[in-house]
């Protein structure tokens, strides 16, 4: 069983800049949810893809998008940097949103964002 | 929304010692994780426990739904145990808890 993956592990941007992270599922699950988690703080949820389709949305912004594609694994776009964007960014995926189950996480992305 | 707080904030314990991390909720839930974050930053899943008690060799969890509480008990506490601990409630979307950092000391 493959378990949840990220990339890049680190990635250094400049404000103003827009950046792409990429997620792949663990294998036979469908849904993916993205949480940002800021130095000293609990992760929060950003948003979550089911089925290629957005399914719930945290208190983000509209420049945070994402995609999921048909083999299930996601992307989290940010346009327009800003400082306060540096941050881990952590993926994970659960077998569906129709049940309540066990949500499991990838190694995250570390953005630093100058 | 649904809040979740973590107490203590801070525990530094000596190789050897038993731990309880507390968690209580605002709101009834069907979903409740503990987490353990390495230092690399991963969150290693350590119990799905809505409700009872669950035990994984020294970690044991328990939660009170009706009371909206969950206790992770750290028994024989080793320098590995080191790290954040979490909890997160919810289905669709977890709200995490601000975590227990943890240190045991040789």
């Known amino acids: 069983e493959t378990g949840v993956t990220q990339s890049p592990t680190h990635l250094i941007k400049t404000r103003g800049q827009q950046v792409t992270l990429r997620c792949s599922s663990q294998?036979?699950?469908?849904?993916v949810s993205w949480y940002q988690q800021a130095l000293g703080q609990g992760p929060q949820f950003i948003f979550q893809y089911y089925r290629e389709e957005e399914n719930g949305r945290g208190n983000f912004p509209p420049r945070f998008s994402g995609l999921q594609f048909p083999n299930y694994s996601s992307e989290l776009n940010v346009n327009a940097l800003e400082l306060d964007d540096s941050a881990l960014y952590l993926c994970?995926?659960?077998?569906?949103?129709?049940?309540?189950?066990?949500?499991?996480f990838g190694p995250g992305t570390r953005l630093t964002v100058l | 929304g649904i809040q979740v707080e973590q107490s203590p904030p801070d525990l530094i314990l000596q190789e050897g010692a038993n731990s309880t991390l507390r968690c209580n909720f605002s709101?009834?839930?069907?979903?409740l994780q503990w987490f353990h974050q390495n230092p690399w930053g991963q969150l290693i899943n350590l119990f799905y426990?809505?409700?009872g008690t669950k035990q994984n060799g020294r970690l044991s969890a328990t939660t009170v739904a009706t009371e909206r509480y969950s206790l992770l008990y750290i028994s024989s506490s080793q320098t590995t145990d080191s790290g954040v601990y979490f909890c997160a409630v919810g289905a669709q979307k977890l709200v995490f808890g601000q975590g227990t950092r943890l240190t045991i000391n040789p």
């Open positions: 709101d009834s839930v069907n979903n």
């Open positions: 426990i809505p409700s």
């Open positions: 994970a995926s659960m077998l569906s949103p129709l049940r309540t189950d066990t949500q499991y």
């Open positions: 294998s036979g699950h469908n849904t």
